[in-house]
């Protein structure tokens, strides 16, 4: 099955600055890379994510590169704010072949936006 | 409501107690997911329906769990004689309207158990 792995576990920036938080992945069937944000206490929302079939994926402040090769993939946050402080999640599955959208995730990267 | 709903949000029990964990998914959405997910840790599969069918329950830790979802909208977990490791945080997702699946799951806000 899918392993995904995901560092740092913690990271901490200043206002302003940029983030980065990196995954690797085992299988190479998986084809869709979500990431999901989590604040305290609250239910996992998706904030970006990229399928296999491109390289890199932009929303805003935040971007998402692909590396199918390497089998990795990174979460960029530019000019970070309070409100970025959170639980991220980067997660992986074949979605095509029918078995729903069963993730594999990491086990998260607490970053913490510092004035 | 909009959104996927699950109850209780907190449930205590006493080790060796049966509990009951509900979800309600967005109506429509073909496929729903139990995860569990410990303090500090990821989101961990536990089990996958669609519609009535559960297809796969290859992440229930043991068969103290079971889950169903007989008319392929709300879905119990259900946990007997609960042992401290079940501690965590229940997480239910739904997702996939029939005709469209951008791949995205939407979560319930979870049900923390806590087993003394």
């Known amino acids: 099955g899918e392993n995904v792995e995901q560092h740092p576990s913690t990271l901490s920036v200043q206002e302003g600055d940029s983030a980065v938080i990196k995954c690797t992945y085992s299988?190479?069937?998986?084809?869709?890379f979500p990431w999901y944000k989590q604040e305290l206490g609250k239910r996992p929302q998706l904030i970006i994510d990229?399928?296999?079939?491109?390289g890199e994926k932009k929303d805003q402040r935040i971007a998402v590169t692909l590396n199918k090769t390497a089998k990795h993939f990174s979460l960029h946050i530019t000019e970070t704010q309070p409100e970025d402080s959170a639980v991220y999640f980067c997660?992986?599955?074949?979605?095509?072949?029918?078995?729903?959208?069963?993730?594999?995730f990491g086990t998260g990267t607490q970053l913490k936006v510092e004035l | 409501g909009a959104g996927v709903s699950q109850s209780p949000r907190y449930k205590v029990a006493k080790r060796g107690q049966d509990v009951a964990l509900r979800c309600d998914p967005i109506?429509?959405?073909?496929?729903l997911f139990w995860y569990q997910q410990a303090l500090g840790q990821g989101p961990e599969f536990l089990t996958y329906?669609?519609?009535?069918?559960?297809?796969?329950k290859s992440g229930l830790p043991s068969d103290r769990f079971f889950a169903e979802r007989p008319e392929g909208s709300v879905s119990t977990l259900k946990i007997q004689r609960t042992q401290q490791e079940d501690s965590a945080v229940y997480l239910c997702?739904?997702?996939?309207?029939?005709?469209?699946?951008?791949?995205?799951?939407?979560f319930g806000e979870g049900s923390r158990l806590t087993v003394l």
């Open positions: 109506s429509g959405h073909v496929s």
């Open positions: 997660a992986a599955t074949d979605i095509l072949t029918g078995g729903g959208n069963k993730l594999t």
């Open positions: 329906f669609q519609n009535e069918a559960q297809l796969d």
């Open positions: 299988d190479s069937a998986s084809n869709y």
């Open positions: 997702a739904s997702s996939g309207k029939r005709g469209t699946n951008t791949g995205e799951l939407f």
């Open positions: 990229i399928r296999s079939n491109v």
